[in-house]
């Protein structure tokens, strides 16, 4: 299947992942009173800029390119919930610091959002992440399989996404049945903006996924099944983050069962 | 009130908390509300104390509960509570009316500081028959009288079992429930049931039934309602208050609002705070589809301003079940760490399908649904900047109006009506060039 905006195709996808995080955060700001911290706008995107910025002189890199952060910081405006100036501070640091920090081959380990949340989650009390904010309306669900989509296919990862949402459907509504629960309650675990969130943002990231098709639906399939361990078994919150964050450690070992060539940002390829 | 906020951006962002003042005139409590059900829940690592109240109004004899509790649990883990400590926190928490008088616009001087906050005030079993039967695969864990109530701790494997067992001893069930005590079931939640003891409640003398409480140990920080929502006679409203030590609690698998607060509202909301508090409420309800869960209080129960009541004892919060106060001495007047946030939503099975499940959050920021009226100054004009005054008046009470219409769905003539300002939508009766060229 051709793109929708075939012309668009060379730009790079960065640019509208930039644009629709932004548009989230803006409705989610207006529209859903997110309980957002008004520095947060300011101190994670400027700090995130300025870390990336500060490993590319420190490793004298040649092109500094702020659109990585800028993203990692959206992200993180849209789920971190802090009342600490401290933790705004140092949670871009953390995410970005990952990036350099914990890498292989010519990728890094964590999705850098992921691993920011989930290291503040542990070590801190300060921190949390507010899976309800986005309520269960189906309208909701629609704009942001729409605007998602678009972004995972144009850099070609729609097939994580895809996989993990039907692989954590098949999950849900196989529990649904055994319990013999209506379905109007996986219904509602599914419609969460949480989830689509996740699974269109989050877990499609390029650059921490593996390689190969084969090994990116394996890994969506432990991801999806690591989120309902800690949801159904465990009882506790924030099961897409932990799996997700748990399950990358994995990824070079399916990438060496399983290799392929590593995701290039397309402004990279044509240089 | 993020709006606002938003509006000054950074400047006042950490300097509104304690800035509250005006004097407290009215409170809305959970009384407002037709089949109102209060629970209290105390939590702290996994430990729970569940405290249950409902405002059951019928004959006592007809009274009888099916509780589905996460885990096990045994004899000493039931206990009655005291009603009245569920009253005083109801009013603690309750969304105020503030006023406020306008200032002689003539005259100009300092605004006062606002006024001292409370200090927390002073307030304020069972025989037991041991037997271990079993039939239709439900055995008696445990039976016994506690209070006013006949409980029976019940452990079942199969639902059918459980329903033939509680339709066979007298509990209403309603028709869908099987399929609900099924999934219950295969979910290892254990259910214990509670009837009234006649000859205990009169012996008692109590004229309504006394809240039920349950401590047990589980990760599952839920509230079951999906039983709840089988009766068959509409909407259920529900208030939970969580007492916790770090922070508020919010639901994860709903959303939750912030209900509108702080707004100057007309002069007549004073008589009717009541109605007004209930349409807001409905008119909130039916804004967010009744998919939503409302934040009508958050606060650190060492004070509140202004207050609706006096916060909590040490005394009543040990009763509720705060356990980590336990070892606290009464001469020790050291901060109290508790966290009082509560909630409030009306749902039913299509809106609400699952249970609520929760999460405790580091939010210490206060939250309280306060709504404030503004008396004007009614003196002699002996300024310019009284005649000013006067003129604004009319923007002002024109913008009360359509935020009260906005916020309750009530019918803007009518307000304007009542409030006795002129019909048509502009701030007074004169035009614009009039006010641009005839001041005076």
């Known amino acids: 299947m051709k793109p929708l905006f075939a012309h668009l195709h060379y730009y790079d996808p960065r640019v509208y992942q930039i644009s629709i995080l932004s548009t989230l955060l803006i409705y989610g700001l207006f529209f859903l009173d997110f309980d957002v911290n ?65 890498r292989w081959r010519e990728k890094h380990l964590f999705n850098p959002t992921n691993f920011g949340l989930v290291t503040l989650l542990l070590l801190t009390e300060q921190i949390w992440v507010s899976p309800g904010q986005w309520g269960n309306g189906t309208l909701l669900a629609l704009l942001f399989a729409g605007l998602g989509s678009w972004v995972i296919y144009q850099a070609n990862r729609a097939d994580i996404t895809l996989a993990f949402l039907i692989f ?33 943002f989050m877990l499609s990231d390029p650059k921490t996924t593996p390689d190969s098709r084969a090994g990116r639906l394996l890994f969506a399939l432990l991801v999806a099944l690591g989120a309902a361990f800690v949801q159904f078994w465990l009882y506790r919150t924030n099961g897409l983050l932990w799996s997700l964050a748990f399950f990358s450690l994995l990824t070079p070992i399916i990438d060496r069962l399983l290799p392929n060539q590593p995701y290039q940002w397309p402004i990279h390829k044509e240089k | 009130m993020k709006h606002s906020l938003w509006a000054v951006l950074l400047l006042i962002y950490y300097s509104n908390v304690h800035s509250f003042c005006g004097f407290y005139v009215a409170k809305a409590d959970t009384q407002l509300f037709n089949k109102a059900s209060q629970v209290v829940i105390v939590r702290q690592d996994d430990k729970t104390v569940l405290t249950m109240a409902n405002d059951f109004k019928g004959d006592p004899q007809e009274f009888a509960i099916v509780i589905p509790v996460p885990t096990f649990i045994e004899e000493g883990q039931i206990h009655i509570g005291d009603k009245q400590i569920i009253n005083h926190l109801d009013n603690y928490t309750a969304p105020r009316l503030v006023e406020y008088f306008d200032d002689d616009p003539c005259r100009v001087y300092l605004r006062e500081a606002g006024p001292a906050m409370s200090a927390a005030p002073k307030s304020e079993s069972s025989d037991m028959i041991r037997s271990k039967k079993n039939s239709h695969g439900v055995t008696i864990e445990a039976e016994y009288t506690i209070g006013e109530y006949d409980i029976l701790i019940l452990s079942a494997q199969q639902s059918d079992g459980l329903e033939q067992w509680l339709i066979e001893n007298d509990y209403k069930i309603p028709k869908k429930a099987n399929q609900v005590l099924d999934s219950y079931i295969r979910q290892n939640v254990r259910f214990f049931v509670a009837k009234v003891n006649l000859t205990e409640h009169s012996k008692l003398g109590f004229s309504y039934l006394r809240p039920i409480q349950v401590a047990y140990e589980s990760p599952k920080f839920i509230l079951p309602i999906r039983l709840g929502t089988l009766n068959a006679d509409g909407d259920q409203e529900l208030f939970i208050y969580t007492l916790t030590q770090k922070g508020r609690v919010e639901t994860t698998n709903y959303r939750n609002v912030k209900l509108p607060s702080n707004m100057e509202l007309p002069l007549f909301i004073k008589k009717e705070f009541p109605d007004f508090y209930r349409a807001l409420f409905e008119e909130q309800v039916r804004k967010q589809s009744m998919r939503a869960v409302f934040l009508e209080y958050a606060w650190d129960m060492n004070w509140c301003d202004p207050c609706a009541a006096d916060p909590l004892s040490v005394e009543e919060l040990q009763e509720l079940g705060v356990f980590w106060l336990r070892d606290r001495r009464p001469d020790n007047w050291a901060e109290l760490d508790v966290f009082v946030t509560r909630l409030h939503l009306r749902y039913n099975a299509d809106t609400f399908p699952e249970d609520l499940i929760f999460q405790e959050t580091s939010d210490r920021e206060n939250f309280q649904g306060r709504y404030i009226v503004r008396h004007p100054w009614e003196g002699k004009e002996t300024c310019d900047e009284a005649k000013q005054y006067r003129q604004q008046l009319g923007v002002r009470y024109e913008g009360e109006a359509r935020r009260l219409a906005d916020l309750t769905g009530w019918d803007i003539q009518k307000i304007r009506q009542k409030m006795k300002i002129p019909e048509e939508g502009t701030p007074d009766s004169k035009t614009w060039w009039q006010r641009l060229w005839h001041r005076n």
């Open chain 1, 168 to 200: 954590y459907a098949i999950i849900l509504f196989g529990r649904a049945s055994w319990l013999g629960d209506p379905l109007t309650i996986p219904l509602h675990q599914l419609q969460s903006g949480a989830l689509l969130l996740f699974a269109f």
């Open chain 1, 38 to 102: 008004p520095w947060a706008i300011i101190l994670i995107p400027s700090t995130a800029i300025l870390t990336q910025y500060a490993y590319h002189r420190y490793l004298s890199l040649p092109i500094f390119d702020a659109k990585s952060p800028l993203i990692s910081a959206l992200s993180l405006c849209l789920l971190l919930r802090t009342n600490s100036i401290t933790l705004l501070l140092l949670a871009p640091i953390i995410t970005i610091s990952s990036k350099f920090l914990f």
